[in-house]
């Protein structure tokens, strides 16, 4: 398999991630359940896996682990944007731009538990993941559209 189709298959992993994100999050806030795991930030009470059974802890957990995997997918996409893509200014740019709204996106995260879900905090929370998923969702169009040059097309090694 080549460089290109790889970064193709994590591209959009981390795309669909950030969007399941999103969703999953919608359901928290619907279902009132952004309190369950207050106090614990990134964890929930008792530690990593916290006891599912309680009210809200299932949503909140299941959150924060989807939030996760979005979190290395993103990461390998930068890490693989540099190796293989740096010299193609779009594709690179993306990616940095996709992870610098990600790393926001987990700060803002923080602060809303720490806010005990301040309204504006949360609004400001689903927005900059909108965008993630929004710049992810680009760079996925923008690699699927493009031509490879001669310099990505490569096999990787192994």
């Not at 740096?86 to 990616?95: A, E, G, H, T």
């Not at 731009?97 to 504006?120: E, K, N, Y």
């Amino acid at each position: 398999m080549d460089r290109r189709r790889i970064f193709q298959i994590v591209v959009i992993a981390g795309a669909l991630a950030a969007y399941l994100t999103i969703v999953v999050g919608g359901d928290l806030t619907a279902s009132e359940a952004g309190f369950a795991c207050q106090d614990s930030w990134p964890f929930c009470p008792g530690g990593i896996i916290p006891d599912l059974s309680q009210p809200g802890v299932a949503i909140e957990f299941t959150h924060r682990v989807i939030a996760f995997a979005t979190s290395l997918l993103i990461l390998a996409t930068l890490i693989l944007a540099f190796l293989w893509f740096r010299r193609d200014r779009r594709i690179f740019s993306l990616s940095v731009t996709t992870f610098v709204l990600l790393f926001a996106q987990v700060l803002l995260g923080m602060v809303t538990v720490q806010s005990r879900l301040d309204p504006l905090v949360v609004t400001a929370h689903l927005a900059i993941g909108t965008a993630t998923f929004a710049a992810a969702l680009v760079l996925a169009v923008v690699l699927s559209l493009t031509r490879p040059s001669r310099s990505t097309a490569e096999t990787a090694p192994g």
